[in-house]
């Protein structure tokens, strides 16, 4: 009986290397966690001085404000490598 022709495989390389890291920029840091410290100080000076001048004229909106400095942290934090 004839013998079956050996099939060659192709050897396996893997795919290239990315040669460029990517960085995130220094000011993306600092800005991320002062808007958590900045949102979380809001929220807290409305809760125990209730009677400030600016924070006691925008009521409910001080939540508002505060979640929202914490929301922009977080959006930030997901572009930080």
């Known amino acids: ?3 079956s022709k050996n099939r060659k495989k192709a050897v396996y390389t893997p795919p290239p290397k990315a040669k460029e890291v ?3 920029p ?3 840091a600092p800005l991320m966690v002062t808007c958590w410290i900045l949102g979380v100080a ?3 000076t409305w809760y125990v001085w209730t009677d400030a001048p600016l ?8 939540l508002a404000i505060g979640f ?5 942290g977080v ?7």
């Open 1 to 3: 009986m004839p013998k």
């Open 22 to 24: 990517k960085v995130s």
């Open 26 to 28: 220094r000011w993306l």
């Open 42 to 44: 809001w929220i807290s």
């Open 55 to 62: 924070l006691g004229t925008l009521q409910e909106w001080n």
């Open 68 to 72: 929202g400095f914490i929301i922009l």
């Open 75 to 81: 959006i930030l934090s997901t572009r930080w490598r």
